[in-house]
């Protein structure tokens, strides 16, 4: 018999969380957002659940992102004619409610991010009351590289990193390992990979209070170790400071090192509209509340999805494979401010609701 994609289990107070789809990097399909968020729901009103933590099964990852490869086929298929459902629609409003339900949860929810966690693994981790990380992880928003933008309440946490950190991994997908990911400010903990089972019996034999379950998992962290983004900060903090794309380049294009130039290869390589609308989604972001955040989203997933650079993103680097996308416009002097504000329209189906 196939195994579910996601397990459910008890030690005592504990609710333990096992994604499980190893041979897909723990990628997260409709049905298992459905089920994580109604387990949840379900704990969060029983008393005798004190805390959640949350592992990828398989040693590799924690939770590569979402399953945007059926999206594109769903889309491809519309737009020959075929008759498709609503994949589109529906797996942005379970993801986003289940990242707010994770936000909002009243007890500690502690994701254990050992391996990779990319797009969709970020959205239920980084919202977490307890973010645990491992010498093992390695993080990145690499939506702009599919013709998408850094969503999953990337338009809220990521404006809330130091400086200009945030504005940096959403723009330019970079990833983050081990302590840098910490020093970004989306990790609170770093703990050794083979400490994770202790950490987690340590967890179930405590009263799982907020603040006993921090002192448990730094009594179980590593000793500080050097983070090599802190020596990028000054840099970073220059250049993602510009008011438009056009600015950050200019800037990086002064900074002269090898790190800049670097960085601007990746926006060359980028879906230009996605750069433009993830700079603005950004500005508003650091002004809105979470759950206005995800309203904006969902209108941006819908207007993406409704474009041509998500479907030539994901044949480009995830189906053909081929890794030259044509985006459309393919320059960022033809993605003017009124194309950027189309992307922000309320769907035609509705806005996102939350109804719990």
């Not at 840098?180 to 989306?186: F, P, Y």
């Not at 056009?246 to 601007?264: K, S």
Request: one cysteine or more.
């Amino acid at each position: 018999m196939t195994e579910p994609e996601i397990l459910f289990d008890r030690r005592g107070p504990l609710g333990l969380v096992t994604l499980n789809r190893p041979k897909a990097l723990n990628a997260l399909t409709l049905g298992m957002i459905r089920a994580f968020d109604a387990q949840l729901a379900a704990w969060q009103e029983d008393p005798d659940v004190k805390a959640v933590v949350v592992r990828g099964a398989g040693g590799k990852a924690f939770c590569a992102g979402g399953d945007v490869v059926a999206m594109y086929r769903e889309g491809v298929a519309e737009r020959a004619g075929e008759p498709v459902g609503t994949l589109r629609r529906d797996f942005f409003r379970a993801e986003y409610g289940l990242n707010r339900r994770i936000k909002r949860l009243p007890k500690p929810y502690i994701p254990l991010v050992d391996g990779i966690s990319m797009g969709g693994g970020m959205g239920i981790s980084m919202h977490a009351s307890h973010r645990v990380v491992t010498e093992r992880t390695m993080i990145a928003m690499p939506e702009t590289g599919i013709g998408l933008f850094p969503d999953v309440g990337g338009t809220h946490f990521l404006p809330r990193c130091p400086g200009g950190v945030g504005l940096y991994l959403g723009l330019t997908g970079e990833r983050l390992k081990g302590a840098d990911v910490v020093e970004a400010g989306v990790g609170d903990v770093l703990v050794p990979s083979d400490r994770l089972d202790s950490l987690v019996d340590a967890i179930a034999a405590s009263g799982c209070g907020a603040d006993e379950v921090m002192a448990i998992l730094r009594a179980h962290a590593a000793p500080a170790a050097d983070a090599p983004l802190a020596a990028l900060r000054p840099a970073i903090d220059r250049c993602f400071a510009g008011a438009s794309v056009e600015a950050i380049m200019a800037a990086l294009d002064a900074e002269g090192t090898d790190w800049a130039r670097g960085v601007l290869d990746i926006f060359a390589r980028v879906a230009p509209t996605s750069l433009k609308v993830t700079l603005e989604a950004m500005r508003r972001g650091a002004a809105l509340e979470f759950e206005d955040c995800m309203v904006m989203e969902y209108r941006l997933s819908q207007s993406f999805l409704a474009a041509d650079d998500f479907y030539e993103g994901v044949r480009a680097l995830l189906v053909d494979k081929d890794k030259n996308p044509r985006w459309n416009p393919a320059t960022l002097d033809a993605v003017d401010a009124a194309r950027v504000e189309r992307y922000f329209a309320t769907p035609k189906a509705g806005d996102l609701s939350f109804t719990v």
